[in-house]
């Protein structure tokens, strides 16, 4: 974690439904988590972790891996290539899905511009999900191709979208099966 960052403390148990509220509502609207039942995204909103970061600080620096999905509850996250500003994201936006599935490296550099609070969803919150639906896999791997071909401004081929989210899917799985054999292990 970087140093301008710090994990909430854990809510009370009196005050548990005021954290998870807004965690379910945020990952009810994210479009990876479509297919996840209800209480598959319930299960997802209890592990999720709020966490904040100082305005200004470095959440991840190109070329880097964020093993975790955030779930932007407040603030703003500018989304920028060298010295210049690509875009921001606020409340209710996220990022770091493709690490968190594919172990892909970030393409930019993300920075709080404000005060920033997210929820956190990490690989061991949906390691288990995996586990018990593999099928949800295929698909992730599926929105993370089409989310990529949107960030790329271009149409890929019928036949390149297919590779691609194949190769997804392999990285997922893979990413995965070592997460579960190390929880095993």
Do not use: C, W
């Not at 990285?171 to 070592?178: D, G, P, Y």
Request: aromatic share 4%.
């Amino acid at each position: 974690l970087p140093p301008e960052s710090t994990l909430m403390q854990s809510p009370a148990r009196s005050d548990l439904q005021h954290t998870v509220a807004p965690a379910q509502d945020l990952i009810d609207a994210i479009p990876i988590f479509s297919n996840l039942s209800q209480e598959e995204r319930d299960t997802l909103a209890a592990a999720a972790t709020p966490r904040s970061f100082a305005a200004g600080a470095e959440i991840v620096r190109e070329g880097r891996s964020l093993q975790s999905l955030m779930m932007i509850k407040s603030g703003v996250v500018s989304l920028k290539s060298g010295d210049g500003e690509i875009a921001r994201f606020a409340p209710g936006d996220f990022f770091g899905e493709d690490g968190l599935l594919a172990g892909m490296k970030e393409r930019h550099d993300l920075h709080a511009v404000t005060r920033l609070t997210v929820y956190e969803v990490d690989q061991a919150a949906l390691a288990p999900l995996l586990s018990k639906r593999p099928e949800i896999a295929e698909d992730l791997a599926a929105h993370l191709a089409q989310r990529e071909a949107i960030g790329a401004g271009s149409q890929l081929p019928a036949n390149q979208h297919e590779r691609r989210k194949l190769d997804l899917l392999h990285a997922i799985r893979s990413i995965f099966r070592s997460q579960r054999e190390s929880a095993n292990g």
